[in-house]
């Protein structure tokens, strides 16, 4: 059905009309109707549809259906916030927490992000690897690499900085080099001690990566906690699945 000038399109009020009724069904409307209604409403840049859809009426939702939202937003960078919140209910209803998880990140929700990560319990340390990877925020690292209302980090810092530089992302990697440089070698051995996923050979090649790129003192500073822990006198490969807080135990 073709659209006539000045006219909304009928595709659109057919939509309009079965979504609006659908309180008055026993059951919502399914999720291949809610896509094609979601596709529709965004075809017409009626974004202000979908969004009372989403948020009012009993759809159905489905992946594919916070994809499509998701990538709207790409396109109209104005309403890329909005598209994000509404793609984060979508995926949260469909309990795809990865993907509400990077919508948060996306909007710069970075402490309702911690939030989340800490009502559900099941992501994995890649999972957050990858988070920060498609959303290489300093602040969303930060706070992922420290306590969190008494909880320990989710993610080891030295571990993190060894991953940004190896994809690619030296540019956030100095930039969390320089924040931790700044509170001299106690913030440094504090974050050390703290840390009990990374090896002794993994802060070794950290402390060679602080050296090239400039941290002199940062890399000697490492490099002097390390040898001054017990039993630690040279590090060699075969310590490699050592970390440094059994040595603070031994």
Not at 97 to 118: F, P, T
Not at 141 to 146: E, G, N, R, W
Not at 157 to 175: N, P, Q
């Amino acid at each position: 059905v073709g659209k006539i000038r000045g006219k909304p399109f009928p595709l659109l009020l057919f939509f309009e009309a079965i979504f609006r009724t659908s309180h008055a069904f026993r059951c919502p409307i399914d999720a291949e109707l809610t896509l094609e209604g979601i596709k529709c409403g965004l075809s017409e840049k009626r974004l202000d549809l979908v969004i009372n859809w989403v948020t009012q009426e009993r759809l159905t939702f489905s992946e594919e259906a916070g994809d499509v939202i998701c990538d709207y937003g790409e396109q109209d960078t104005y309403n890329k916030a909005k598209c994000l919140a509404l793609a984060q209910i979508i995926y949260g209803e469909c309990g795809l927490h990865k993907k509400a998880l990077l919508c948060l990140c996306k909007q710069g929700q970075i402490h309702g992000a911690m939030e989340y990560i800490q009502q559900f319990k099941d992501f994995t340390s890649d999972d957050l690897m990858q988070l920060i990877k498609l959303c290489p925020h300093t602040e969303l690292i930060q706070c992922l690499t420290k306590e969190w209302n008494g909880k320990p980090p989710s993610l080891s810092f030295g571990l993190a900085i060894l991953y940004l530089f190896s994809a690619d992302m030296k540019t956030v990697g100095i930039k969390l080099l320089q924040e931790i440089n700044k509170g001299g070698k106690d913030a440094v051995e504090y974050l050390m001690i703290n840390d009990p996923f990374c090896s002794l050979e993994s802060w070794q090649e950290m402390a060679d990566i602080c050296l090239q790129n400039g941290f002199d003192k940062l890399s000697n500073n490492i490099m002097s906690i390390l040898r001054s822990q017990a039993g630690v006198t040279e590090i060699s490969e075969e310590h490699d699945t050592v970390n440094l807080m059994e040595h603070v135990f031994w």
